[in-house]
């Protein structure tokens, strides 16, 4: 095998290799992209059920009911950004930091009666810090005072 | 007055990081021996007065110093002493600190352990160290000054994110950082050899150790981290695919394609320019990791408007070291002769498909983690890319990587066939088919694969072994003599592979796992995963700087007791924070974990996992950096200081 036949083999293997590794990231985005929205955003947009949705905003205060299905706790809040509003089913452990009137980002999917089945909460943050994604839509809704934070809170 | 002196000292580094720097490059290129003779004291020095910085650092903290800022953020009066030390390095400041420290060990540990480098070599190789560390020190000392004062002093402490109040969390960044910055040697003897235009077996044999060193170090640091955020955050999950994690995954991914390209380099002399592209590469994904995605900069692009000072010093420091070398590639890089010539089936041919899938996965790992924050930079758009991208991604390049590996160390250098191969290590693909096989009855198809792909790593990794010392075939003895006669670093391989399949089996235990979440009375019984669990008790018990909530779960099979476990959920007062203690029993075979979450009603809610194989994921990281450390121990490359190729003179 001469050095210019060896070259090429390294250089098709690494195009293949290269190649495969771009495909299948393009695939992979195609399929796994999770947006971010709003309720609002959701009553725009409107996205298929069954789409992973990152949904973020505030959980209305006095919203929040528990309950236990089948010996496990579960709960169902409501998530505003102002502008509207979205049921929440979600069962599980609620994290520490869930509040009403807190921000929160539920990853999850539109179920067929436009309510959101989430399959994880997330509230990884202080009582003085908003998730950023959350705090940056509710500053686009202006549903943000910068001083005082959220209203109500 | 100690911290004043440990802000001198560490401007005293940042001088003595520049005249090494300086010194080092200049010294060579006008092949001035004073001059190159300086360099190793420089480093030694700089190194002295970094450990004196941190110390002093480390006095502020365990003296309760609240005038300095740092200590004020991070540190409270009532906080453990362990974690009044470890607390230095758990924030931004004090971590450019052990950042620069790491460094400037790794400086003082070239020019003591490099005697027998060429001095022009090591002069280079330290002027590169110096140099960067310099850059790094001047970042600390003008934007991130971990010994700034406030007036008045403070009371107390805020203290700090009791998420990081774990013997586990304390020793994490230095392990990884030691990973990280270690790799920082290779890259300057890549540059050191752009810059003298020349790559032998020689180098490779002096960069290797280094590279492997960092490596085993980075391993660790992965297996650590990952292990913490299994027992601390008490999700059971282990690996999450955040920025952060993928931070230290890249260079991980192209480090141990570094470590397999070097011993082509050593070995054959082949394969030289890519090797010197991938000791650049993954120093940068270090710098560029730890730095970016740590920073904030990519992660919230209002962190970096927040304090604009740091995140420009940061872009362009990393502009410069990355943009730098990868410049002076460009143009030296032709200079670098091309050695030996080997066949595609070959020894070399099966690294070069290592490095090949590595860096593949590398580049999907690179992609899902920056193209979010660029797309929201740019477009607007907020997405975020979760761990079904990469499992999608990242799973078909790994396992070609998986049944290549078993394979590769059994095939000769320079030109193979495949035949004796698989004379050598059909026992072991066979036991591997039929485990696949087994297990496809009963589960999805990815976990089988992934428990045959297991087996055949773990017996394939060792058929060179029984290959070599003819075990089963020649009588005890004669194996036993033989086996004393083999080079460690072929053990230190077998064991790194075997290692490698000892984590994928425990990857793949997570999907026989089973998880409860259940809403529990005192007296309450369960079951689940094949275990009866008892809520015995709950109790409040004091720790010294938080109040905690403890269960006593009494857990039976089958009607025998098997232990008494006790989750507990800890509030610390000065924070506002909550955290859970997960209560975890094992056999190296699952784990049984239990989580404690809130209580409502009087009854708590009880989060209850088995988790099949778990303590194999990180067992195996053990294996692969103990692997990595028995091939370093081997005498060949100790032995002997390696004489440089003769430069051919230009007639």
Redesign the interface.
Known sequence: ???KR?RL??VL??L???G???A??L???S??????MTPADIAEKNPAPGQ?I?LGGMVEPGSVH?A?VE???AATFRVTDGKAAIEVSY????P??FREGQGVVA?GALAQDHSFRAQEVLAKH??KYMP??VA??LKKRGYWKDKGGVPGS | MIPELGNFALALGCCLALAQGFIGIYGAWRRDSRLMAATPGLAIGQFLALAASAAALAWAATHDDFSVLNIVQNSAAAKPLLYKITGTWGNHEGSILLWGLVLAICGAAVALAGGNLPTALRARVLGVLGGTSCGFLLFALTTSNPFARIWPPAADGQGMNPLLQDPGLAFHPPILYTGYVGFAVPFAFAVAALLEGRIDAAWGRWVRPWALVSWCFLTCGIALGSWWAYYELGWGGYWFWDPVENASLMPWLTGTALVHSAIVVEKRESLKIWTVLLAIGTFSLSLSGTFLVRSGILN?V?AFASDPARGIFILALLALVIGGSLLLFALRAPRLA?GG????ISREGAI??NN??L???C??VV??TM?PPFCDLLLG??????A???N??VL??AIPVFAAMAVGPLLPWKRARLWPVVQHAWWAALIAVVIAGACSIGMKILPALAFGLSAWLILGSFAEVVERTLLFRAPVASSFRRARGLPVAVLGAAIAHAGMGVTVAGLAGASLSTQ????AKVGDS?QSGGYEWTLMRLEDVDGPNYSSRMATIYVKQDGVPLTLMYPSRRTFPL????TYDVAISTNFLRDLYAVL??E?DGAA?L?LHVNVLAPWIWLGAGFMALGGALSLADRRLRVGAPSRARVAVPA
């Open positions: 095998m001469t050095r060896r083999v390294i293997a690494s293949a290799g290269l495969s590794a771009a299948l990231t695939a992979a985005f399929d796994n992209l999770v947006f971010f992973t990152r528990h236990t010996g496990s706790p069962s599980g452990i609620l520490d930091l990853v202080d009582e950023k994604d940056d839509a | 919230s209002h091309s010539i080997f066949a595609p070069v498909l090949i899938l860096c593949s996965i580049a999907v992609v899902g193209y758009e907020k997405i975020s890319v979760g079904p991208f990469f999608a991604a078909p390049l409860k979440i259940v809403s369960f924070q506002h924070q909550t979450g809130e409502r809610v989060r």
